[in-house]
């Protein structure tokens, strides 16, 4: 690079950086497009630009990386979930929770998003890559937990109920990624919606009595 017409070294930890980042943005491309299986470890190298022992320098193994780009695009999600959130709310005018829901629809119907869907499927036999996703599903968890502090029947909801709303919520939004491309249903979008908040504040407004 250019400073002032004199020309500059990177450091080595911004090289470092690149490359992992050239890395990462491949694998993801890679799954996003082929899908795990065939998001090899000389596909994402060949998208990145680099040998595999340059990829290997960086990650022990191709796991490695397949975690690091779920992580990536968890925290990319969460940071734009969060921006959002700070943008439309304040201490006496809480976000809108449809709005907060369409948010979440709309992220996790983004092709990027089932790269996150693909590497769950894998954990289904791959006991290692299931240990590894867990602190991840409890980060996402807790991304839809922020919307629980939105809706008036999920503050008042027994604690095991809104639990299970949650959940609920959260596989919707998965099923829905899923048969995006194979049987959408976009007629039923805001219906979807309308049931799910109103077992929302059904469910709060059912809460058994202290004790009970």
């Not at 996003?32 to 994402?44: D, K, M, Q, S």
């Not at 969060?82 to 709309?106: C, G, I, K, N």
């Not at 996150?116 to 240990?131: H, K, S």
Request: proline fraction near 5%; include cysteine; aromatic fraction near 4%.
């Amino acid at each position: 690079m250019t400073e002032n017409g004199v020309q500059t070294r990177r450091s080595h930890a911004e090289r470092r950086a690149e490359t992992i980042a050239l890395i990462v943005d491949a694998a993801i491309d890679a799954i996003t497009e082929l899908g795990l299986r065939n998001a090899t470890t000389g596909e994402i190298c060949r998208r990145a630009g680099v040998s595999p022992g340059a990829m290997f320098h960086y990650f022990e193994t191709r796991q490695d990386v397949i975690v690091a780009a779920v992580e990536h695009l968890l925290q990319q999600r969460l940071a734009r979930f969060t921006a959002y959130l700070d943008s439309v709310q304040t201490s006496d005018h809480p976000a809108d929770p449809r709005a907060v829901l369409r948010l979440l629809r709309r992220v996790s119907r983004e092709p990027r998003s089932m790269v996150w869907l693909e590497v769950l499927m894998e954990t289904r036999t791959d006991a290692d890559l299931r240990v590894r996703m867990t602190p991840l599903l409890n980060t996402q968890r807790d991304m839809f937990w922020a919307t629980a502090e939105l809706h008036p029947g999920l503050q008042s909801m027994p604690e095991m109920a809104r639990h299970a709303w949650l959940e609920l919520l959260r596989n919707v939004m998965h099923g829905e990624s899923i048969f995006e491309t194979i049987e959408p249903h976009h007629d039923l979008d805001e219906p979807k919606l309308d049931a799910l908040l109103a077992l929302a504040l059904d469910l709060g407004a059912t809460r058994p009595p202290q004790g009970s």
